[in-house]
């Protein structure tokens, strides 16, 4: 994913501001901000060895839209879903020899979004809604490690390596729920989403708030 991209977002939320200008009270430009933490399906390591996964991060996410009534709006926004990793470290002490090994994989995934949101107010200050949308993601994956070995015939051996990052981007669905209480022109939120990154789910539980121009 190109970041020039993220201009379309700022663009977007201009022309917005400006029609908002003519809207009733229960339609308008709104922007937030939100913080929680994201969960990776991380897949499993067939590899021989047993690796400790870490699978989840902080992350928190900024959002721009615009209510076109009381049940509908479009939302624009930024994602950084944090980072995973998978750590191994085994050593062996021996009488006549002594080993050391140690990996570690990480990744991190951050992008835009597009959604269609449907509310459901449930008294005046209480919605229920639900988004659907499109995730334009970005990930990087690498890797390091080192081993040493040494033993009493003089045999000593050492070495260090380096993955270069790997890089891998797509659009995918994403999904969500939430909760808003509504305090004048500020919402406060609690909301849980899925993003589907091409078969391995990533879930993101979060807290924020939007303010309603």
């Not at 933490?37 to 991380?42: A, I, K, M, T, Y």
């Not at 996964?53 to 839209?65: E, P």
């Not at 070995?149 to 999904?175: K, L, M, Q, R």
């Amino acid at each position: 994913m190109s970041y020039k991209y993220i201009a379309l977002p700022l663009l977007l939320c201009s022309s917005l501001a400006v029609a908002n200008e003519y809207s009733s009270p229960e339609q308008g430009l709104y922007l937030g901000g939100f913080v929680g933490q994201s969960s990776f399906d991380v897949p499993e390591m067939d590899s021989g060895f047993d690796f400790n996964v870490d699978d989840s991060d902080t992350a928190f996410k900024l959002i721009g839209g615009y209510q076109f009534s009381e049940y509908f709006a479009v939302e624009l926004g930024y994602v950084d879903l944090g980072e995973f990793s998978f750590n191994y470290d085994d050593s062996v002490t021996e009488p006549e020899y002594q080993y050391s090994m140690s990996m570690k994989v990480s990744g991190a995934v951050d992008g835009l979004t597009l959604a269609v949101v449907g509310i459901l107010p449930l008294n005046e200050q209480v919605n229920l809604y639900a988004k659907v949308g499109m995730f334009s993601w970005e990930g990087e994956v690498s890797g390091s490690g080192q081993y040493q070995y040494s033993d009493i015939y003089g045999t000593n051996d050492s070495d260090y390596f380096s993955e270069e990052p790997v890089t891998d981007d797509d659009n995918s669905a994403f999904y969500g729920l939430g909760l808003s209480y509504q305090l004048s022109q500020l919402s406060l939120h609690a909301e849980y989403e899925m993003y589907d990154l091409d078969g391995d789910d990533v879930s993101l539980l979060s807290i924020g708030a939007t303010y309603h121009f």
